[in-house]
C-alpha cells in the first residue's frame, strides 16, 4: 500500500509531526518518502522470509523490522488526534489509532522473529 496515493497521503500527517521522521520531507516529496518506505519493507520482509536458509539474514531483518515498529510507535505521541471525547492521551481517533495499533503486534511478531533467528 505504501506505492499508493491514498497510503501516501495516510501518512503524511504522522511523518509530518514526528521530531524523528518530518525532516525527511525537506527533501524528498510525501509520495518518494512513501515509496522510499515501501522498498525498506519490503525488503525487511524479504530478509525475514530467507530464515529457513539463513538465520543471519532473517535476524537482520527481524532487527530492522523491531527498529522500524518502534519508531512509527513514537507517533503515538507525536501526532495530532487524541480524541477529548474519550479524555485525551492515550485515546487516538479511529483513523489514526487503528493504523497504529496494528504496529503493536508487529512489533511482537517481529520480536518472535528475532528469538527465533537467533536461537540455535
Not at 471525547?85 to 493504523?99: C, D, I, R, Y
Not at 503493536?104 to 527465533?116: H, K, R, T
Request: aromatic share 10%; with cysteine; glycine share 10%.
Amino acid at each position: 500500500m505504501k506505492f499508493t496515493g491514498y497510503e501516501a497521503m495516510g501518512v503524511e500527517p504522522l511523518v509530518a509531526h514526528s521530531p524523528l521522521m518530518s525532516w525527511m520531507y525537506d527533501f524528498l516529496s510525501v509520495r518518494q518518502f512513501s515509496d522510499g518506505l515501501g522498498l525498506i519493507e519490503v525488503a525487511i520482509a524479504l530478509l525475514i522470509a530467507l530464515q529457513p536458509w539463513s538465520r543471519k539474514a532473517s535476524a537482520a531483518g527481524s532487527s530492522a523490522a523491531v527498529l522500524m515498529f518502534l519508531t512509527t510507535l513514537t507517533f503515538l505521541v507525536s501526532t495530532p488526534g487524541w480524541e477529548p471525547s474519550l479524555g485525551g492521551f492515550p485515546a487516538l481517533s479511529a483513523n489514526v489509532g487503528q493504523f497504529l495499533i496494528k504496529d503493536v503486534v508487529l512489533l511482537g511478531a517481529a520480536l518472535w522473529c528475532l528469538g527465533d533467528s537467533l536461537a540455535s
